[in-house]
C-alpha cells in the first residue's frame, strides 16, 4: 500500500510508490476502456453480441430480446462489418421469434447498446409456473416456464421451484423445426444452424438449415 502525506511533508518517492501508481493508472485505463458500449474496441466472448435498442425504453439485466438484422449490413460496409463485432437491433420477443433471442447481461437504456448471450449456459431470471417444468420461452420480454422441450431455454438450475427465481439456462435457439438426421445404426442427432443472409440492402431473410458440423 502507498503511504499518505499530508500538505507540508516531504514526499520520498519510492521505486515501490512508483509502481504501485502505474499499475492502478493500467487498472484505470482498462476498465474505463472496457465499459464503453464500442464494438470494435471491446474483446467480446464467442457467444456473446451487441444488441441494439431499437424500443428506445430501458432494457433490464436478465431480460429475452429477439434479434433481427444486423446495424451494419455488409451489403453496403463489408469492411465495416467485417471488422466489428456482430451487432444486431432487437425488439421484445414476437410469438414467432424462431428461436432468434438473446438474454441481456447488461441493462440497456433506451436507444443505447449492450451485450448479450445468444448460445450456452447464462444467468437469467424467470417465472415458474410449475415445478415440474424443465424449459423456458419468451413472454415479452420475460422468460416463462413450460413444457415445451422446443423452447429455446433448457432450465439447469433451480429445479423444483415456483415463482420468479434467478436461474441457471441453456440457450439453445431452439425454435420446434430443428432438422433430424438419422444414421445407417438408426440413431438420430438434431442440430440447428440459425443464419443471417444479406446479398442485398432489400433482400434479408433468416433460414434454418441443419448445421455442417
Not at 441494439?52 to 449490413?73: A, K, M
Not at 443505447?112 to 419468451?138: C, E, L, N
Not at 420446434?176 to 431473410?205: E, K, M, N, Q
Request: proline share 8%.
Amino acid at each position: 500500500m502507498v503511504k499518505r502525506v499530508t500538505p507540508g511533508d516531504r514526499i520520498r518517492w519510492s521505486a515501490d510508490d512508483h509502481n504501485a501508481f502505474a499499475r492502478a493508472a493500467d487498472w484505470v485505463a482498462a476498465h474505463e476502456q472496457g465499459s464503453k458500449t464500442d464494438p470494435r474496441r471491446t474483446p467480446r466472448e464467442p457467444d456473446q453480441i451487441w444488441l441494439y435498442n431499437t424500443e428506445c425504453v430501458d432494457w433490464e439485466r436478465f431480460e429475452v430480446l429477439q434479434l433481427t438484422e444486423p446495424v451494419i449490413d455488409p451489403a453496403e460496409a463489408l469492411e465495416a462489418w467485417a471488422g466489428s463485432d456482430p451487432v444486431f437491433h432487437g425488439h421484445t420477443p414476437a410469438a414467432d421469434h424462431g428461436g432468434l433471442v438473446a438474454i441481456l447481461l447488461e441493462p440497456v437504456p433506451g436507444c443505447a447498446m449492450g451485450r448479450a448471450v445468444v448460445s450456452g449456459v447464462v444467468q437469467t431470471q424467470i417465472t415458474v409456473s410449475d415445478a415440474g417444468h424443465r424449459y423456458a420461452k419468451p413472454s415479452g420480454r420475460t422468460l416463462v416456464s413450460t413444457d415445451d422441450a422446443t423452447a429455446p431455454c433448457q432450465i439447469l438450475w433451480p429445479l423444483g421451484e415456483t415463482g420468479t427465481v434467478y436461474a441457471v439456462v441453456r440457450l439453445s435457439n431452439g425454435d420446434g423445426s430443428d432438422a433430424t438426421t438419422t444414421t445407417a445404426a438408426g440413431s438420430t442427432t438434431t442440430t440447428t444452424c440459425l443464419l443471417y443472409t444479406s446479398p442485398s440492402p432489400r433482400d434479408r431473410t433468416r433460414t434454418s438449415m441443419p448445421s455442417s458440423a
